[in-house]
Nanobody, 124 residues
Framework: QVQLVESGGGLVQAGGSLRLSCAASGRTFSSVAVGWFRQAPGKEREFVARITWSGGNTYYADSVKGRFTISRDNAKNTVYLQMNSLKPEDTAVYYC?????????????????WGQGTQVTVSS
């Protein structure tokens, strides 16, 4: 069983950057794909990005493509989300999760082992 813990959130001005981390415990982490999702108040959880177990393939929501980069370091059991050119509409709680099924890989129902989330707030 994989357990995931997010960190790195905070308050940043529009146009700024943050890097989120998703630290995993469990021996099977390096063999699973991982995704980032976000949920703003009053909205459904939405897909942000996904990375395969090797890091060789990545997939992004159109809303973050070109601004966010997902990566992983399996030696450190960690997946990262580098967020640049942040916008107020990026404000949300960000979650990482294990891709346990699918397709489609952008659907939250195909993920489990959700972390507790980290708050990202972008001020205008």
């Amino acid at each position: 069983q994989v357990q995931l813990v997010e960190s790195g959130g905070g308050l940043v001005q529009a146009g700024g950057s943050l890097r989120l981390s998703c630290a995993a415990s469990g021996r099977t982490f390096s063999s699973v794909a991982v995704g980032w999702f976000r949920q703003a108040p009053g909205k459904e959880r939405e897909f942000v990005a996904r990375i395969t177990w090797s890091g060789g393939n990545t997939y992004y929501a159109d809303s973050v493509k070109g601004r966010f980069t997902i990566s992983r370091d399996n030696a450190k059991n960690t997946v990262y989300l580098q967020m640049n050119s942040l916008k107020p509409e990026d404000t949300a709680v960000y979650y990482c999760a294990r891709n346990s099924g699918g397709p489609p890989s952008y659907s939250a129902i195909n993920y489990d082992s959700w972390g507790q989330g980290t708050q990202v707030t972008v001020s205008s």
